[in-house]
């Protein structure tokens, strides 16, 4: 059987726990070479998943290898700099999110691959979990048939401790991480006593604000933001004249609370999302119908999936180079969320 022939670039914690090694498990690509700045960790890792060509400068490995696309894991600070050259070089490629780190940079990338008709696909897993790929046709298909009456609005909220659960083995050495600064860590134009936040809102947040793009289908607008770094801040936006609010805050705790309510006349539609490394667990989707006297039933559905989010991503954006189609997270879409939180800062800015 034939297939894909994929190129993988840095194999740090990251790198190997949620995304490189569910390619055992992935039949239609093949891993056929790995680049890794630091060699020890090259060797073991090659090892363990049975690559057979490693470098230690990608830039070689792309000018030598004949390769249907590329996977790219590294430093988040460092992809958009290496993002460039490999779409330059005209091959697909996979990141991890953010797909830059300012959202100029977002929107350079995405003119690059257009213009080379690339697919260009970034890991904004939540996109991909079943739960909340079947919230989102539940909500167009009560939007349609006007079933729970109209949609008069939205919350999202995620309250971000800790998420790391079920991590597998994974092969870390002595050897120092590659530190230098490639991309701006956050836009030219921002204060420096607001870079840490910056970086912290589109490292989380991100997924939040790209869902409400994909679950409503709608051009997101600010309206008004409280801004409290030592509390809840809230963000209020628009989608064709529908409401969103958006609460976050990062806590003090191994516990994660995400999720959003979508709110119709009749009911709603509440989706509870899973830490992230939660593997294979979809989030619990809950069907609210009322009536004049208060709750008429409450549906609740879950394990829609057994494979995990991040296996989801993988597959869809293979399938999307094997079939020229556009992947769920084609970076074109999901660059509405970068704007957002280049607006949001502007207005912190001020």
Sequence with gaps: ????????????????????????DINIAKITCLSELRAKLAKKVSIKNNIKNVYLNYEEMIDKENLDAVVLIVNRNH??????????KKLNLF???PQASTYQGAKNLVKIAKKNKLVYATGLMRRHDEGIKYAKKL??????????GNLIGADFFCFAGGDYCNIGNYISTNEPKFNE???????LWLKKKYGRYYEEFLNVYIHDLDLMSYVLDEKLNIKQLDYNPSKISNLLLNANNIPINFKWRKINANQWYEGFNI??????VDVKLNPAFLKNISSLVTINKYGKGGLINSQKLENFSFNWSF???HIDFLNSVKNKTTPISDCSKTIQSMRIVDEVFHIINQ
């Design 79 to 88: 992809t958009a700099f290496h993002a460039e050259k490999i779409l330059k």
């Design 95 to 97: 990141t991890e999110k």
């Design 263 to 268: 709110y119709f006349d009749k009911g709603s």
């Design 181 to 187: 600064t490639l991309c701006p860590r956050y836009p």
């Design 311 to 313: 296996y989801n991503q």
């Design 1 to 24: 059987m034939s297939y894909l022939k994929i190129g993988w670039i840095g194999s740090g914690f990251i790198g190997q726990v949620g995304h490189l090694n569910l390619y055992e």
């Design 139 to 148: 909500i167009n298909k009560f939007k349609k048939n006007n079933t729970l």
